[in-house]
């Protein structure tokens, strides 16, 4: 069949804010928390270790809402058991990531550096560490700190569109 002048769509075409090159972006629109949980396990199953994101979005958006379904997804925590680290900046949680019938161990850390001030305070928690082969590293205010944000390999952005609705972007470089 001649596919004549059709040409796929590029995907800078959907990125509004980057347009890094072979960079993955996808889109989901939830009505409620519960949806944005389960778009939170289907985010999981895309998140091959190592990974390093920036969880971008105002106070309320969702954000630690997300990490609930990432979380699930990963069999490393029930939804319940997640919960926003502002006050301890760190979560940590094992669980596995499956791909092609194999399956391989992954450490899952939540953070939140709302109320972390300065880089001193950020190489207190030694981000260093975290960040292994077998890691999946969210970090929520993670775009307060230049160093963060080289070290990330991709983000997810939660956006409000008008009451429980929300559209989450992720973006695997
Ligand atoms: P953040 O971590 O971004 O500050 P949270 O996930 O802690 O936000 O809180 C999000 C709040 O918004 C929760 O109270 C949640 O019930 C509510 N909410 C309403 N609609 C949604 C939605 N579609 N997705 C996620 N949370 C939602
Ligand atoms: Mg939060």
């Known amino acids: ?45 895309l998140l091959a270790p190592p990974k390093f994101l920036i969880l971008r979005g105002d106070l309320g958006a969702g954000k630690t809402t997300l990490v609930k379904g990432i979380a699930e997804g990963l069999d490393a925590a029930e939804a319940e058991e997640v919960t926003s ?20 161990p992954v450490k899952l850390y939540h953070l939140d550096l709302y109320r972390v001030d300065g880089e001193r305070q950020l190489d207190a928690l030694g981000l260093d560490e975290l960040a292994g082969p077998d890691s999946i590293v969210l970090v929520e205010w993670g ?27 992720l973006k695997l470089g």
């Open 85 to 104: 680290p502002t006050f301890t900046l760190i979560h940590e949680y094992e669980g596995e990531f499956s791909a092609d019938g194999k399956t391989a």
């Open 1 to 45: 069949m001649d596919t004549g002048d059709f040409q796929m769509p590029k995907i800078a075409d959907v990125t509004a804010e980057k347009t890094i090159e072979n960079e993955e972006i996808r889109v989901f629109e939830t009505a409620g928390s519960e949806e944005t949980i389960e778009a939170g396990r289907a985010i999981a199953k």
């Open 143 to 169: 775009e307060k700190f230049p160093t963060v944000v080289k070290r990330a390999n991709g983000e997810i952005v939660v956006t409000s569109t008008g009451g429980d609705a929300r559209k989450i972007t």
